[in-house]
Nanobody, 124 residues
């Protein structure tokens, strides 16, 4: 399984970025894909996730209403559209894959495959 994240960068507060995660070698019909982030000195935290089959989504309270996760079946990619960005969104963002166990959608331990991360920096 390979997960390749891209799309990070530097943006001003209030701006937008779109992250993408290209997945290969994954059994998509029995997978969930999620985005996590980790800021310096902090633990990795859940951002958003989607069950590939059916498209059910879940978001952390801190990004609900601002971020949207989606999947492209034809391209085997998962995207994270981030709007109204805040300085506190600054972090390395990681995409991850795991089995679609709903009770573990927001847990780091619920994901067995991780991409390399992409830096998102939001300036004030």
């Amino acid at each position: 399984v390979q997960l390749q994240a891209s799309g990070g960068g530097l943006v001003q507060a209030g701006g937008s970025l779109r992250l993408s995660c290209a997945a290969s070698g994954l059994a998509f019909s029995s997978a969930k894909l999620g985005w996590f982030r980790q800021a310096p000195g902090k633990e990795r935290e859940f951002v958003a996730a989607i069950v590939w089959s059916g498209g059910r989504t879940v978001y952390s309270d801190s990004v609900k209403g601002r971020f949207t996760i989606s999947r492209d079946n034809a391209k085997n990619t998962v995207s994270l559209q981030m709007n109204s960005l805040k300085p506190e969104d600054t972090a390395i963002y990681y995409c991850a894959a795991g089995r679609p166990i709903w009770s573990m959608m927001t847990m780091v331990s619920g994901y067995s495959q991780w991409g390399q991360g992409t830096q998102v920096t939001v300036s004030s």
